[in-house]
């Protein structure tokens, strides 16, 4: 290539990159590639100072702290399996409840509630979700907790009390007020994404069900709630993360017990409530480490579930889609 052509080449390119300069794009790409990016390093750096920091006592106990139950600051013995027991039962107990509970609300809002009802009620919910931890947990302690110790645990200790599960004093704070108050606090989520992915499902499932002689119910609930399973799943999941990393309103219910207890009436403990009730006063470096290991285990947790609960949702979203086209 002879000179004047590179030189027309090199100034050619120029012109196009002063053209896009000019006229943002490559500012606004690179701002915005510098935004997204700052994500995924936060993320990295997170996960980095929790590895360190908990270097000490991942030393110490190796895997052996996620199977032991002593929790000893003055010894220094700490093993993670109550808390981490804690954390699972609760999760599960508020799963078991909220699940109906906001999977029914979902598909009345989205199918068979008038518009304006729907709209009022999903404002509501989302409402709902914004409302600080802390105002739960407080609301709990003077409506679920005394409910709880005067009506809902003599109740189940009377009817099932043959069980494991209901045995012990009826004291109200315990592993089953923490799972309700979970419960009350996924509940809005469930919904909120559960109707999203209900309201993906294309109009012509609807009335291709209906025009062989459906009745609504049954289009509902035989084409819709089927198309979009995979959402009310991510859902879920969702839900799973909120009522795993939750911290404020379980403590303040849970009784802090550092202990494994097969009565739900018990006293428990969660990961997040040891990390907000002791990381402050950690006497010794061994202490601080195992609480911030513990933080690395719920953190890893957290990350797995949201990541699956997301590709549900939007393999619900991409379904629809390929439908609709």
């Known amino acids: 290539m002879s000179a004047p052509a590179i030189v027309a080449n090199k ?16 500012v606004a790409h690179f701002v915005t590639f510098l935004f997204a990016a700052s994500v995924l390093l ?3 750096f997170l996960v980095y100072e929790l590895w360190v920091q908990s270097a000490e006592s991942r030393t110490k ?7 032991t139950s002593n929790w000893d600051p003055v010894a220094g013995d700490f093993g993670a399996l109550p808390f981490i027991y804690g954390t699972v039962l609760t999760s599960i107990l508020a799963l078991v409840i909220s699940i109906p509970l906001a999977v ?3 598909i009345f809002l989205s199918e068979l509630a008038p518009p304006a009802v729907s709209s009022t009620c999903t404002f509501l919910v989302e409402l709902l979700a914004a409302i600080p931890s802390v105002i739960y947990g407080l609301l709990a302690l003077f409506t679920i907790v005394p409910l709880m110790r005067t009506y809902g ?10 069980l494991p599960f209901f045995q012990g004093p009826a004291i109200g704070v ?17 919904i909120a994404i559960s109707r999203e992915s209900l309201m993906e499902v294309p109009r012509d499932q609807r009335e291709a ?12 609930f035989q084409v819709v709630v089927p198309y979009a399973r995979l959402g009310i799943l991510g859902s879920i999941f969702l839900g799973l993360a909120r009522a795993l990393g939750e911290t404020m309103a379980v403590t303040m219910v849970i009784g802090n017990d550092p202990s494994i207890h097969a009565s739900l009436f018990a006293p428990g403990y969660t990961i997040a409530a040891v990390i907000a009730n002791e990381f402050a006063e950690a006497g010794t470096s061994l202490h601080t480490s195992a609480l911030i290991e513990m933080g690395l285990v719920l953190f890893l947790v957290t990350i797995i579930v949201n990541a699956l ?5 939007i393999a619900t979203s991409r379904k629809g889609t390929a439908q609709s086209a």
């Open 11 to 26: 100034s050619g390119r120029a012109r196009r990159v002063w053209y896009g300069l000019r006229g943002g794009d490559e």
């Open 42 to 44: 936060m993320t990295a």
């Open 61 to 67: 106990f190796g895997f052996h702290f996620l199977a």
């Open 104 to 106: 029914g609300a979902a």
């Open 153 to 162: 645990e003599p109740f189940l200790k009377s009817t099932l009390g043959f």
């Open 174 to 190: 315990g592993y089953l007020s923490a799972g309700v108050v979970l419960a009350v606090m996924t509940f809005p989520f469930i």
């Open 209 to 220: 069900a209906l025009a062989l002689g459906a009745t609504r119910w049954e289009s509902t």
């Open 309 to 313: 609960a997301r590709l549900l949702v």
